[in-house]
């Protein structure tokens, strides 16, 4: 075949995957919910924060939480913070001391295993009926953000639930903001047909119960948020992404890139080690579509312009320098860096799990 042809292939089927799946997820946010909600629920709660040098984000964190509308004797805090060296377990408990009606619990681990480990620290001692688990650097701008993620839990039906993000900030080029935007449309989509395999750290509540059942949260996969959903949507319950929970989380102001590789790879090494076949019935097209559109789809871009180059015909170049004068567009900008994202991602993860990452500083604006 000539490989201007391979080329046109290659590019239609990259375009026109995500797009087909993008349409067909506008169908499915047609979709009634099927879960019956109760905004009067309200369940014994642990909220845990687990931190590492969070000193410029901790206490607006517990602020976030204490200011909840929720009755404040079914609401514990626990922080697990893993030896930081920038005091934020100090200025945790000093909030704690003098915050004595919110019952907060500071852990300090004398070593730093990662997020998950202490995710299970939390666990291991929470007493709550529903385990929410909230990064430090982001906010819960909604004051009823709590009654509205255990209200979905109310249905026997729903095993975990979480937040729709929005960014303090738009990232360089512009592209964060769009980037969000379209995720969100998907993750509510899926969360509609049945399950959502992606979920968000800075907001997820889990039913404790279920959550002890799979285990805890993984040490070997960085995705810890998304990959307990799935393993708890695994045992036949809903997992889903609720409409009207948001989340405002920081972008950082240097290292954006290594920022969205980094949890590319997390996400990816979730999309790997998840099998499909695991998923109930009604979610396997979700993950079988989220699997390709994250592991392979990315790589038929740079095989399209190596046709390209590779044909080397006036036509050929034409369409080379269209794709890269469309850069100008927005839309289309972001898509390209996040497949660039995904890629960079998948070869990292050859060598580097980042399960222990670097603390990056974020901010709001
Ligand atoms: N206790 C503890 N121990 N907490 C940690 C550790 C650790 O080793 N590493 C990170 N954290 C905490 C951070 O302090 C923060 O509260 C939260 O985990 C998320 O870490 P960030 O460094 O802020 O990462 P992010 O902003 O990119 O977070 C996003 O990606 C992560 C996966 O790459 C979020 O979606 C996270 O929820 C997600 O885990
Ligand atoms: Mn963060």
């Given at each position: ?159 975990a ?38 979920f968000?750290?800075?907001?997820a509540?889990y039913?404790?119960?279920?959550l002890?059942?799979i285990?805890g949260f993984p ?5 810890d948020d998304s990959h307990t959903a799935a393993k708890i ?133």
């Amino acid at each position: 075949m000539d490989p201007l042809a391979v080329a046109l292939v290659l590019v239609a089927v990259h375009f026109g995957a995500p797009l087909a799946y993008y349409v067909e997820a506008k169908r499915w946010l047609k979709r009634p919910w099927d879960v019956k909600r109760d905004l009067q629920h309200t369940p014994t709660v642990t909220v845990a924060i687990p931190t590492y040098n969070e000193t410029r984000h901790i206490e607006e964190k517990l602020e976030d939480v204490y200011r909840q509308d929720y009755p404040r004797d079914r609401l514990e805090i626990i922080v697990v913070d893993s030896a930081s060296i920038d005091g934020t377990a100090e200025k945790a408990r000093r909030w704690a001391a003098a915050h004595p009606d919110a019952d907060v619990k500071v852990v300090e681990e004398p070593q730093r295993r990662g997020k998950a480990s202490a995710l299970n620290a939390a666990l291991a001692m929470a007493r709550g009926e529903v385990f929410i688990i909230t990064d430090a650097d982001c906010r819960w701008p909604q004051k009823d953000a709590l009654k509205k993620a255990v209200s979905w839990l109310a249905d026997p039906s729903v095993g975990a639930v979480t937040c729709l993000k929005k960014s303090a900030a738009d990232g360089p080029a512009g592209v964060e903001a769009g980037y969000r935007g379209h995720y969100n449309v998907l993750r509510l989509a899926e969360s509609k047909k049945w399950a959502t395999p992606i979920f968000h750290g800075e907001l997820a509540a889990y039913k404790t119960e279920l959550l002890r059942k799979i285990g805890g949260f993984p040490l070997d996969i960085g995705a810890d948020d998304s990959h307990t959903a799935a393993k708890i949507a695994a045992m036949g319950y809903r997992v889903v992404a609720a409409e009207d929970l948001w989340c405002v989380e920081a972008v950082p102001h240097n290292g954006y890139h290594r920022w969205r590789i980094r949890r590319a790879q997390h996400l990816l090494q979730h999309l790997l080690k998840t099998p499909v076949e695991e998923a109930p019935p009604p979610m396997r097209p979700i993950f079988l579509a989220e699997k390709y559109l994250h592991l392979a789809n990315p790589w038929l871009l740079p095989a399209a312009v190596a046709a390209l180059v590779a044909a080397a015909t006036p036509p050929a170049l034409a369409l080379l320098a269209a794709g890269a004068a469309a850069l100008a567009l927005k839309p289309y900008r972001t898509w390209i860096a996040a497949q660039l994202y995904l890629m960079a991602a998948a070869v990292k993860n050859l060598w580097d799990n980042e399960l222990v990452w670097e603390k990056q500083d974020k901010r709001y604006s």
